[in-house]
């Protein structure tokens, strides 16, 4: 049966990217100098769609580095500013974004990177991102109540917003006519929890380190897993 999918809602890191791979380096730089490490995706998948500060925190707690999360959120920010420039898209990521354009298929894009690091990352990718136009929802946006990051539903409730302003009031478009696209366990709950159908594209290292079953608990019955945005059947949800 074809699902009657009006929206898309995109994460960015890993999913749209490949940054989340330029976090991971950073941080294993810094375990090395530590004389530990690397980082293991038993903790990677618990930072992973985690605002920064947060992130830091969990990381601190797993690997007893002996700074702060200000120290060394402010720490990493710097080297990974290094690197965002060698950000590129994933397998289907543009065509995707390009062929919902065509179609006139309304999208956003909802990621917990704040707005200095979204700049960083894509000015160079602006013939992608800029398809976008005004509806991008970043991590510090002032729309989303501090502390509701994801995993809570709040930056995909503040992305549909964005799309339906522009829309008629009889016109809206519902939680449940929405694909919302994620690489990370903390974005398929919030995307969950914001109602919408999930399409989780998530590293395969990520899946190895699930317990048998954990991942389709994880996604249950509000989504799929697929292994690369170009594997997306367009047609099952009507798009």
């Not at 009889?170 to 919030?190: A, M, R």
């Not at 991942?215 to 798009?239: F, P, V, W």
């Amino acid at each position: 049966m074809t699902m009657n999918i009006r929206a898309c809602l995109f994460d960015m890191d890993g999913l749209l990217i490949n940054s989340e791979q330029i976090y991971t380096d950073v941080a294993n730089e810094i375990l090395a100098e530590h004389g530990k490490g690397p980082l293991p995706w038993e903790i990677k998948k618990d930072l992973q769609g985690r605002p920064g500060p947060e992130a830091a925190r969990v990381f601190l707690e797993w690997s007893g580095l002996p700074y702060n999360p200000d120290e060394y959120y402010a720490m990493t920010s710097a080297r990974q500013s290094e690197k965002w420039q060698t950000c590129k898209f994933m397998p289907g990521a543009l065509e995707l974004l390009k062929y919902l354009k065509e179609k006139d298929i309304p999208f956003a894009l909802a990621t917990s990177s704040h707005r200095g690091n979204f700049e960083k990352k894509t000015a160079h990718l602006g013939h992608g991102f800029e398809l976008f136009g005004d509806h991008i929802v970043v991590g510090d946006d002032e729309r989303i109540p501090k502390g509701r990051g994801k995993p809570n539903p709040d930056i995909w409730q503040v992305a549909l917003k964005s799309l339906n302003d522009q829309r008629h009031a009889g016109d809206q478009i519902k939680p449940n006519e929405v694909l919302v696209f994620e690489d990370g366990i903390p974005g398929v709950v919030s995307g969950r929890a914001a109602e919408a159908h999930v399409i989780w594209v998530p590293d395969q290292r990520l899946l190895n380190v699930l317990k048998k079953g954990e991942a389709q608990e994880i996604i249950g019955n509000q989504g799929e897993i697929l292994t690369s945005l170009a594997d997306l059947d367009k047609t099952k949800y009507g798009l």
